[in-house]
């Protein structure tokens, strides 16, 4: 509440906690926390339905292109090195670095959404794998759809922060609201880095 | 974990976490000079691009099912720590942020392996899949 | 009534704030109807939630009635099967997600923040989105009762695939899943609310390991909501998409599995009851030292057994499926930790006995409610360690001993305990106390009336009657047990009338009580009564566990403090306290709206159609939560402060 002297607010350590830890950060890591157990028994679900696939199943690797979703996961990666670099920036109280990083990270946000439209719509259309019919389309599309959503939520969040960065009203004790938005960010990332290996990758071996 | 990836990791990452080690040696207070913070962030994301590639080869080289599985989980695992040490912020912030994720990561990944573990014995086969 | 609400307490003068200026308009009424829809006191919030579980609680009770009026003689015909199966269906999720949890989450939210030194939680609007989600999912639930597609009727658990579209052709089953998501999502916000506060927000020299054991057992219950409420609500999203969009996740004729619901619904299932277990559990720990006047015995171990507890409830839910055919590990893997569990909660039971032995005991009213929940919840943990033997529970399972075994744990343990609290919170709530003499008659009504309802159903079921049937034949041997639980449950029905007049007429002319009426221990008795809207005028230093024993030890240290504490919070601007917000309601409001859309229309079948009504009102209920939470997020979280003259008075700008 008593004002803090300019260029002297520390990022990492918040005095009116009992741990030191900001309020909000503690929320979002509570919140991922439990994030990890809603992926948790979405990708067992899938896995639980890959250990023996009823007879007609369509074969993963003939639907699968390898090609378009390593492109798309290194497009993510980069999209969580653009939001570290964007927190890094408001911490230091640099608006505009921060306002650069963060259209690089929808950006990349974007062109990931994008591939995930593309590739759903080669399967649906091309590869005749549908949501409904059969067990693999189920549970493929349910995991991967939920994790666009997540990334769509994402997006919207740090479009929002965008535009309100524009109005003059964030700056650098506001640092917290963009680290939180960026934790959550880098959680949608390493989902997919999960679900890159298990749904993705161990299909080919 | 640090103590894990040292023996076998070229000299970038050795880089990596000689740097934030020694950034958290100063901990709370100055998070070092913007410029390897910078760094770091971007030589992290290049190495998980790398790491990224070596598991897309890795499927297609001609060892059991066995190791190719345990390979690709030990680099997914690495590039998962990573970013959340790193890119999250882990490494520096109070012990108690990496508690509160472990929880619900490790149940998570007991959920999972109970479950599996259920679903993959003789007994859990559906009929239509015999 | 509303006029009595405000003048009980916990409510302001209302005077005018001179609010700094901001864009939005922050509402400031302090008595009426935009008074509680706009709070933000978690006082209000704890308030409103009781009323809401005390309610649904009478809704459950009727409810069980109907059913033991059904099964009081055989081959009844007073309800339908169809009718027997809303009313089982409506019973257990009422009592469950209506009643006990949102009774557990009122004295979360009216004491935890009091126990620790707190002045309200870490999220106060988010409170407020709790607890109106909360409203929205219970109407949601309930709405069923009121449309031609009847409530919800395919159990508590929602089994596949009777819970398929293929089985349960119309929207009751949508109602139960889409009032089931708003709940998880109101449950988890309050969590995550909870965890935040009590690790930091903790007044200075309150250790973790100086907290009082219900603030302990908060914190632990939290942790099990955020960490198992994911696993119902993925399997709640995979039963609607095969219901709404013909996925295949429990199609047995296109691969799916209808056992996995089963298992994702009991990962959630069986934390579910240690949530409806632990919170009793804290406020019996913090009853039985008052009224013993004698400390909890064991701190640490009773602490350790609660996370104990907590960790080892993630490992144990394939005990209510030992009947499914698993296989031989995978079943004597879950009996074991089954049996394992039931230590902690055994150490739990001594240390409570430990407490009590040698104690000045003063047989008050919440003190008799605390020793009947520990002899009736260690019966029924004792029919619960019989189930965790997976060859006995072949027998036991799906019949009357098991509805004999959770109704003793949770009647004989959850409710009797959440009854004791409302009881000895009482005089602080709203500083009156309860009349000993009727106090001890509903509790010797419900007592008498509870164990006469359950005890016969260990006998019907050993003696093979099954659950979820709406009549049996009367040559089963089943008849008389029958008609005396049925007897037991009417008089059960009048124990908590009792109960429940006295509650409301204490309200309004019960005996006035100074604060402090029990000699407490804990912090929250520190108050006066009606506490006020800041609650501490000077945030306390702790110095040991019981803190408020300590405080009354060492009061010329304890007032130096004060005074030293009070000067500098004056330095620092005064009391600062959080701005009322319409918000909250107004996304809930949104997710109500959103909610019927989607779970009670049905879709239009004319393929020209792209936007029909279904998708319209969805879109209103989206578009109305979105404009919530962005002013929610746009209108800042500013305050105003209150300074206080050596009178207490206070004084706002």
Known sequence: MSSVASGAIDHHHDSTTSTGIPNKKLLMWAFLASDCMFFGCLISTHLIYRLHPPAGTPAATQVFSIELTSFSTFILLMSSLMMALAVNAIQKGNLKSMRASLILTIICGLIFLGCQVYEFNEFVYVKHLTISNSILGTTFFTLTGTHGIHVLLGVIWLTSMLIYSYTGRLTEKDAIDVESMGLYWHFVDIVWIVIFTVVYLLEYI | MDRNLHGRIPTRIHLILYKTMSHSAVANHDHGNEHSKFEIFVQLAMLLAVITGVEIITVYLPFSHTTLVTVLMVLSAVKFLFVIFIFMHLRWDKAFCTILFFIGMVLAGFTMWALLQVFSVSNSIPLSSL | ?653
């Open chain 3, 1 to 653: 009534m509303a006029d009595a609400i405000t003048k009980s307490g916990f409510t302001a003068h209302d005077e005018k704030i001179t609010a700094r200026s901001s864009l939005f308009y922050r509402p400031q009424a302090k008595t009426g109807l935009m008074s509680w829809l706009t709070t933000v006191d978690h006082k209000r919030i704890g308030f409103l939630y009781g009323v809401f579980a005390l309610f649904f609680f009478l809704v459950g009770g009727v409810e069980a009635l109907l059913i033991r009026i059904q099964l009081a003689v055989p081959n009844n015909n007073f309800l339908s099967a169809q009718q027997y199966n809303e009313m089982f269906t409506m019973h257990a999720t009422t009592m469950i997600f209506l009643a006990i949890m949102p009774l557990s989450a009122a004295f979360f939210n009216f004491i935890m923040p009091l126990q620790i030194g707190a002045r309200d939680v870490a999220f106060p609007r988010l409170n407020a989105f709790s607890l109106w989600v909360f409203v929205a999912g219970a109407i949601i639930l309930n709405i069923g009762w009121f449309m031609h597609d009847g409530a919800p009727n395919g159990g508590w658990f929602g089994y596949t695939p009777l819970t398929t579209r293929t089985f349960s052709p119309n929207h009751a089953i949508d109602m139960w899943v889409m009032g089931l998501q708003l709940l998880g999502v109101a449950s988890i916000a309050a969590s995550l609310n909870f965890i935040t506060t009590i690790i930091n927000m903790r007044a200075p020299g309150l250790t973790m390991m100086r907290l009082p054991v219900f603030t302990w057992m908060t914190l632990i219950t939290a942790f099990l909501i955020v960490l198992s409420f994911p696993a119902i609500t993925i399997a709640l999203i995979e039963l609607m998409m095969d219901r709404s969009f013909s996925t295949n996740f429990f199609e047995v004729s296109n691969g799916g599995m209808p056992i996995l619901w089963t298992h994702l619904f009991w990962v959630f299932g069986h934390p579910e009851v240690y949530i409806l277990i632990l919170p009793a559990m804290g406020i019996i720990s913090e009853i039985l030292p008052t009224f013993s006047r004698k400390p909890l015995f064991g701190y640490p171990i009773v602490v350790f057994s609660g996370a104990c507890i907590g960790f080892l409830g993630f490992g144990v839910w394939s005990h209510h499926m030992f009947t499914t055919g698993m296989g031989t590990v995978a079943t004597a893997a879950f009996a074991m930790t089954t049996m394992a569990i039931a230590v902690p909660t055994g150490v739990k039971i001594f240390n409570w006995v430990g407490t009590i032995w040698g104690g000045h005991i003063s047989m008050r009213t919440p003190m008799m409610f605390a020793l009947g929940f520990i002899w009736l919840f260690m019966i029924g943990g004792l029919s619960g360690v019989m189930h965790s033997a997976a060859p006995a529970d072949a027998q036991q399972h799906n019949s009357y001993f098991v509805v004999a075994h959770f109704h003793y744990v949770l009647i004989g343990g959850s409710l009797f305990a959440l009854l004791a609290g409302i009881h000895y919170w009482f005089p602080l709530m709203f500083g009156r106390k309860v009349s000993e003499f009727w106090g001890k008659l509903s509790f010797w009504v419900i007592f008498i009336g509870f164990n006469t309802t359950f005890f016969p159903m260990h006998f019907l079921g050993l003696n093979g009657m099954p659950r979820r049937t709406f009549t049996y034949d009367p040559n089963m041997g089943w008849s008389n047990s029958n008609f005396i639980a049925t007897i037991g449950a009417f008089i059960l029905g009048v124990g908590v009338t009792i109960y429940f007049v006295v509650m409301v007429y204490t309200y309004f002319k019960g005996e006035k009580v100074k604060n402090d009426p029990w000699d407490g221990r804990t912090l929250e008795w520190s108050l006066p009564n009606p506490v006020p809207e800041y609650n501490y005028a000077v945030i306390p230093v702790v110095h040991a566990r019981d803190a408020f024993w300590y405080q009354k030890q060492h009061k010329a240290e304890i007032e130096a403090e004060k005074a030293k504490a009070a000067k500098e919070e004056e330095l620092h601007g005064g009391i600062h306290m959080p701005f009322q917000s319409l918000y909250p309601f107004i996304a809930s409001l949104g997710l109500l709206i959103g909610g019927i859309g989607v779970s009670t229309m049905d879709s239009n079948p004319d393929p020209k159609v792209i936007v029909g009504k279904k998708l319209t009102v969805c879109f209103i209920g989206l578009a109305i939560f979105l404009y919530g939470v962005y002013c929610w997020a746009l209108e800042g979280n500013e305050g105003y402060h209150i300074h206080l003259d050596n009178h207490g008075d206070d004084h706002k700008h």
